[in-house]
């Protein structure tokens, strides 16, 4: 089974911090992704790499960067953390981009910014 | 107007009835469509899909989609308290690329 791991299930950062939220994935899986889940917004796609060192930017990326040193490693930095950024923020990753590009997630990080 | 629309609930229903949970989109290119499904605190998991017109059946669930109305569908039948979660339909292109677009989801709330 493909596992896809998270850091921190629950996170709670001051406003201005530097958050780092890392993931995992055990399964040699090409390409990785960086969504927030809100109420009522759905999965908003922040980032998403295909490749070691390649990112693309999703619908959301400001206030976002990523980095991607490792195949199976793919971390989501908050440069300077708001309010606002307060969410549930899921990784994925998936095998290839073609057909159903079927994404495995991870159980989501839950961080709040006070 | 965002590509894939879906009604965020919630829905609640008694044991054993059907459910019919729905979702529009408004680009033609989408080719593939897709119902992942997320119990609390975990993350989405893929359910089920289909390749363009028709339905597919799985045990309880059938996942339908009529292009010519770009109207997607999954119905549960004798809907168990384990269905109880939130579905998410999403759809992407018969293209390379990696954008697949979610809908909000829909909470299912099935009670015994």
């Known amino acids: 089974d493909v596992k896809v791991t998270q850091s921190s299930r629950y996170l709670v950062k001051r406003t201005g911090e530097k958050v780092f939220l890392e993931c995992v994935q055990d399964?040699?899986?090409?390409?990785m992704f960086w969504y927030r889940q809100d109420p009522g917004l759905g999965l908003r796609l922040i980032y998403f790499?295909?490749?070691?060192?390649?990112?693309e930017k999703g619908d959301i990326p400001e206030g976002y960067s990523v980095s991607r040193e490792k195949k199976e490693r793919f971390s989501l930095i908050l440069e300077s953390a708001s309010t606002n950024q307060t969410s549930m923020y899921l990784c994925?990753?998936?095998?290839?981009?073609?057909?159903?590009?079927?994404?495995?997630f991870g159980p989501g990080t839950r961080l709040t910014v006070l | 107007q965002k590509e894939v629309e879906q009604d965020p609930g919630p829905l609640s229903v008694p044991e054993g009835a059907i459910v019919s949970l729905n979702c529009t989109y408004s680009?033609?290119?989408?080719?593939?469509f897709m119902w992942y499904r997320q119990y609390s605190r975990k993350g989405p998991e893929l359910l089920m899909y289909?390749?363009?017109?028709g339905n597919k059946e799985d045990g309880r669930f059938t996942a339908q989609v009529d292009k010519s109305s770009k109207y997607i569908s999954l119905f549960i039948r004798d809907s168990q308290p384990s269905d109880s979660a939130t579905y998410l339909c999403?759809?992407?292109?018969?293209?390379?690329?990696?954008?697949?677009?979610f809908g909000a989801g829909t909470r299912l709330f099935v009670k015994a």
């Open positions: 994925a990753s998936s095998l290839m981009g073609v057909g159903t590009d079927t994404q495995y």
């Open positions: 289909t390749y363009s017109s």
């Open positions: 999403a759809s992407r292109p018969n293209t390379g690329g990696f954008k697949t677009i």
């Open positions: 399964m040699d899986h090409e390409n």
């Open positions: 790499s295909y490749d070691v060192k390649m990112k």
């Open positions: 680009n033609s290119a989408f080719q593939y």
